[in-house]
């Protein structure tokens, strides 16, 4: 069924800083197609511009056969060498690599803690960490380590004194459970995990050692833990013969100690990163050496358009793919200055994002919808009180961006006058595909779209039977060719990687979003085309909440879908269907809500339950989730042949409008 769109924007903006740039949609379409007509040696130019220890042979191959793709074969290189060394020796030895700023302020609202790592502080802190863990844990090339870490300067060193003995890193998000801690850490088969005794969170202290302690009773592979002490709690029960203290093992490692960095296939694997899927476990994401920095340098050049002096302010968490790719490699890469903030946007004020960038002169400001509609509540004048001057560029991720949140941040911190735009990409695909360029040719900059494809990445919008569709229909966002940075494979899983990825329209990556082109050949991505929901940015899976739920003794079935927030995005509501000897009640409900927190995280927070006695479900006994969702929308049901009983639908209904009912009565008593 064809789907026309009408696009909400209508203006073109060529902003005025970078507009020596300008180009019009037309010649950049040229730049582009130009780019395709040959991906391999327009990727090898770009490729060209790292330092590699040896040449590759082949820019690209197919192995075994498709989808399975190696970039860079025969070449060997290490992403530690390239991020620091590299830098070190070229002239940046005392330039600042990261800025960290601690969460914690004392009563004026000034930063408790502040580091400023340089390159050569950081390139040490690599080597000694590097030497521990190859030394005294004994790990080496191939093996796979955890990192559950707050926010702090000693989770980008793990990472990078993994990444320099070709170890596999798994980097755990901090709010993370217990559970899903454990569950990535034995799909992983982590040997070791590198965590602290905390981190703080809006002026709390998280307890992350105890969460170790409680996931590791089901990990068995971890044989060793390495602590960081960053909140200096005195009570951290350390497990004799499996955990050290990092302070304890690092003490008599020199501090010029030098371990020569690995010289890695550029298909060996950097990290896993786990993320959600439409059914069952997360799905291990693997990515590449050599790729993986290939499209990190492309990207840092041509969408941040990156330069020496710049202070780049992502205000993603490392947890994610976000923080892997645009605070930690693709700046250091650059051998950028990176600013790296510990603790929550609004604590203690809704401007410490604000204070941040006055305070260090950030230039790059690269940030996410829903954090500039959560600041946007409080109020212009926190933005106001702050010089921010210097920022020349700007970007957000993750879902989305309304016209209302891309005005507000283009007018109070892009002084109207910045490129702004909305970069698209995923965990899978490592770096940033769809986005204007203003480090290369600047197009007039529409709120809310996307941009175009970048220069060798081979992006369409196609129909149910992969045929591209015209302009300003809506369909299925694919990359019709593979690019440098993509995922290896699913970790342990390649079946699954050919079936989630390739088989829906055979040849062609799916991204799993709804899309529309318009006559320029901007992409404006919609949303979840499957049963994934964005909350926040972050990417659940229905089925992860639904499994959860049943987990409760109460529940007999659940069905979890996204809902519009105005923050937030998209929430979860969860419809219940109870056992029999349980009644509904909101002590019930509660209750349902803390076993999907505890279960999967405090970001999964239902935004309500609903009880009903029947879902809808097809003759095969499969919940038709996607009329849930139409009920909860408003949306046409669209076809229900398949449907077993109807009055499961008149059921789902009958609960929301009751729900609506209550709204707008408490509505009415205010
Ligand atoms: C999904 C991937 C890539 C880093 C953070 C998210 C959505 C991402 C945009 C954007 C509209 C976007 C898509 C995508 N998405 N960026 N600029 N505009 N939607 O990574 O958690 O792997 O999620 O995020 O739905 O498929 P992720």
Redesign the pocket.
């Known amino acids: 069924m064809s789907v026309t769109w009408a696009l909400p924007f209508k203006e073109k903006i060529i902003p005025e800083v970078g507009k020596e740039r300008a180009v019009d949609p037309e010649e950049y379409r040229r730049i582009h197609a130009e780019s395709l007509k040959d991906i391999e040696s327009f990727w090898a130019n770009v490729a060209k511009e790292l330092e590699w220890f040896k040449p590759w042979d082949k820019v690209l191959v197919a192995d075994p056969q498709p989808p399975f793709y190696k970039w860079f074969v025969g070449g060997r290189l290490n992403a530690s060498y390239l991020t620091l060394d590299r830098n070190v020796k070229g002239g940046r030895k005392n330039k600042v690599a990261i800025i960290w700023e601690g969460e914690p302020v004392d009563q004026s609202g000034n930063p408790l803690e502040v580091r400023k790592l340089t390159y050569y502080d950081l390139w040490r802190e690599v080597n000694r960490l590097a030497y521990v863990l190859k030394n005294k844990f004994g790990l080496k090339k191939g093996d796979t380590i955890g990192i559950y870490m707050p926010m702090i300067p000693e989770l980008p060193i793990a990472m990078l004194a993994a990444a320099r003995l070709g170890v596999i890193f798994t980097v755990v998000f901090s709010g993370f459970t217990a559970q899903a801690l454990a569950d990535r850490l034995n799909d992983a088969e982590a040997k070791l995990l590198i965590t602290a005794d905390g981190g703080y969170r809006r002026g709390r202290v998280i307890r992350l050692k105890d969460v170790v302690d409680k996931a590791l009773e089901q990990s068995p592979t971890v044989k060793n833990v390495i602590v960081y002490r960053r909140v200096g709690l005195n009570d951290v029960n350390m497990v004799r013969g499996r955990d050290y203290w990092w302070h304890e093992v690092m003490a008599d490692v020199p501090p010029n100690v030098y371990v020569e960095p690995e010289p890695v296939e550029s298909e060996h694997p950097l990290y896993i990163l786990y993320?959600s899927g439409t059914t069952g476990k997360p799905k291990g994401i693997v990515h590449d050496t050599g790729g993986y920095m290939v499209l990190l340098h492309a990207t840092m050049k041509w969408v941040f358009d990156a330069r020496e002096d710049d202070i780049h302010f992502c205000t993603a968490d490392i947890g994610?793919?976000?923080g892997h790719s645009y605070i930690v490699f693709g700046p250091l890469l650059e051998g950028m200055t990176t600013i790296m903030f510990e603790g929550a946007l609004d604590y203690p004020n809704p401007d410490r994002w604000w204070a941040i960038a006055e305070r260090y002169g950030a230039t790059i400001l690269y940030t996410t919808p829903t954090g500039i509609r959560t600041l946007m509540r409080f109020g212009d004048e926190w933005v106001k009180k702050h010089d921010l001057s210097t920022i020349r560029l700007m970007h957000?991720?993750?879902?989305?961006?309304n016209p209302e949140a891309w005005r507000w941040l283009w007018k109070l911190v892009g002084r109207e006058r910045v490129p702004f735009g909305?970069?698209?990409?995923?965990?899978?695909t490592g770096g940033i595909l769809i986005s204007h360029v203003p480090g290369l040719a600047l197009v007039p900059l529409k709120p809310g779209t996307?941009g175009p494809p970048l220069p060798g990445v081979d992006a369409d919008v196609v129909d149910d039977n992969g045929n591209p569709v015209p302009p300003g229909t809506r369909g299925y966002l694919v990359i019709k060719k593979p690019w440098p940075g993509m995922l290896l494979t699913i970790w342990k899983d390649p079946d699954r990687y050919v079936k989630t990825y390739w088989s829906k329209f055979p040849g062609m990556f799916y991204?799993?979003?709804y899309a529309v082109k318009d006559e320029d050949g901007y992409f404006w991505?919609l949303?979840?085309a499957d049963e994934v929901i964005?909350v926040a940015?972050?990417?659940l899976g229905t089925y992860e909440l639904e499994s959860a739920l049943i987990q409760h003794p109460a529940v007999a079935e659940a069905a979890v879908v996204g809902v519009p927030d105005p923050v937030k995005g998209e929430v979860p509501v969860a419809y219940v269907v109870l056992r029999q000897g349980y009644q509904p009640s909101e002590e019930l409900k509660r209750e349902l809500n803390n076993t999907v927190r505890e279960l999967v995280g405090p970001i999964a927070t239902l935004a309500n339950v609903f009880f009903v006695t029947k879902l809808p479900k097809t003759r095969s006994g499969k919940i038709m989730r996607r009329l849930v969702k139409a009920v909860v929308t408003g949306q046409p049901l669209g076809d229900v042949t398949t449907l077993e009983d109807e009055a499961s639908v008149e059921e789902v209904k009958r609960a929301y409008e009751e729900f609506k009912a209550e709204i707008e009565k408490l509505k009415g008593q205010q």
């Open positions: 993320t994610w793919v976000t957000s991720v993750g879902e989305p961006i909305s970069t698209w990409w995923m965990t899978e996307n991204a799993g979003d991505i949303g979840r964005k940015g972050h990417r």
